[in-house]
């Protein structure tokens, strides 16, 4: 029996190529089921520009540290046959040392949903070409809305693109 399973993350980091650390990390599955939620303090970098991620650098100073949960989240991501999310962040998994399996297939809806390769390439932008109603304030999004917006918008891919066929 398989027991590999299709899975949809949402990853939020500080910024800053050099110094970046995960600051939230949601993965659940197809279902919507959350299988690890959490915000993460970080270990070097103390400031970001919280208005991309809605994360407040003081909001994260009593979190845990991402390390805590390095062999959870591990063992999560070995049981994936397929990982969903919107620009991947795999690099950023791999500097924490999780690893996704080469036989894992990372499908990134930002290349399907890529027109101009700029700004409005966006997952506010892909929720309102599908219909999800992801807040509009950024600071009230948790990474469960994202998460979910990413299964809501892969589904619609899926119908449209089976429309198509038929």
């Not at 990853?11 to 915000?39: H, V």
């Not at 303090?41 to 805590?68: F, R």
């Not at 397929?82 to 499908?107: A, C, H, M």
């Not at 409005?120 to 990474?143: A, E, V």
């Amino acid at each position: 029996m398989n027991d590999k399973q299709t899975l949809i993350y949402w990853l939020d980091a500080t910024g800053g190529e050099e110094f970046d650390e995960i600051i939230r990390l949601t993965i659940i599955d197809t279902n919507n089921k959350d299988l690890f939620n959490s915000t993460f303090c970080t270990k070097l970098v103390d400031w970001w520009y919280s208005d991309l991620n809605g994360i407040k650098p003081e909001d994260t100073y009593k979190a845990p540290l991402l390390e805590n949960y390095k062999d959870k989240i591990q063992s999560i991501f070995n049981k994936a046959s397929k990982i969903i999310t919107f620009n991947p962040t795999i690099t950023y998994l791999k500097r924490q040392g999780i690893t996704i399996s080469t036989d894992t297939l990372v499908e990134d809806l930002a290349d399907y949903f890529r027109v101009m390769g700029d700004e409005t390439d966006t997952i506010d932008n892909l929720c309102i070409y599908y219909g999800y109603p992801l807040p509009d304030n950024i600071f009230s999004r948790t990474g469960v809305d994202y998460a979910k917006a990413i299964n809501f918008c892969w589904h619609k891919m899926m119908e449209y693109s089976q429309a198509q066929k038929n």
